[in-house]
């Protein structure tokens, strides 16, 4: 991916992975209607996704939704020009989870990429339930890499950086995670564990602008995002 631009559904939120052929770390440019009032066109979007090396659009879902109607709507959203698709899935409810992924790789086939996120590198108020452990993780990610899943995000809690290194070695999957990094450290740990293959910090919440430009331009030159 030259560029990546995120759009959360339904919440009306945008990112862009910072410039770089492999860097997803993520700055927030503002809402999703911003986008469009910005002076660019929907057909000047769908035109930035079509050609080589242009940038890859991505829709980041936050709600539930049933297979078939994640399938529908990520046939909306391709319609609308995004070529990938993140999937939150609950952890108390796996198998209706994977059921909406392969709704969607049956629904899309190979013209979007899906992406899965797990959220468990951060907590809601007042969800004090137990993380998914190594085993139910590891199990999860097998399913995910059968639907041709890009990347795996947040499988673990943040501070499991072990885990996330042997889920990476194991599963065959992408691993991103770091989103809720609080420190430089904590970055700084998953790098010496070969932890990730997708960095992911906040700039706004632990390291600023200038450290997570630092951050992308080491790990993408080991061939990380």
């Known amino acids: ?31 999703a209607k911003m986008l469009r009032d910005t002076g660019t066109h929907p057909v000047e979007l769908r035109e930035m996704v079509t050609s080589p090396g242009g940038t890859t659009i991505e829709a980041s879902t936050g709600e539930q939704r049933s297979p078939a109607d994640r399938a529908e709507s990520a046939l909306r959203l391709r319609d609308e020009v995004f070529r990938a698709l993140k999937v939150r899935i609950d952890r108390a409810r796996l198998d209706e989870g994977v059921a909406a992924v392969h709704a969607v790789r049956d629904a899309v086939g190979d013209s979007m990429e899906i ?46 950086v072990k885990g996330y290194a042997a889920l990476r070695r194991e599963s065959g999957l992408r691993i991103a995670g770091g989103e809720m990094a609080r420190t430089a450290a904590e970055l700084e740990a998953f790098e010496a564990a070969e932890a990730l293959d997708v960095y992911q910090p906040d700039a706004v919440l632990a390291v600023g602008l200038l450290r997570e430009r630092e951050l ?3 790990v993408t030159a080991r061939g990380h995002f």
């Not at 998914?132 to 399913?143: E, P, S, Y």
Request: proline fraction near 8%.
């Open 115 to 160: 992406m899965v996120d797990l959220n468990q590198g951060w907590r809601m108020p007042g969800d004090i339930g137990p993380a998914l452990g190594a085993a139910a993780v590891g199990g999860l990610a097998r399913r995910l890499r059968a639907l041709d899943v890009f990347w795996l995000e947040e499988p673990l809690p943040r501070e499991d």
């Open 1 to 31: 991916m030259a560029s990546l631009v995120k759009r959360t559904v339904p919440v009306p939120a945008v990112a862009a992975a910072s410039a770089g052929s492999n860097s997803t770390t993520q700055t927030m440019l503002g809402s």
């Open 216 to 218: 992308a331009e080491r």
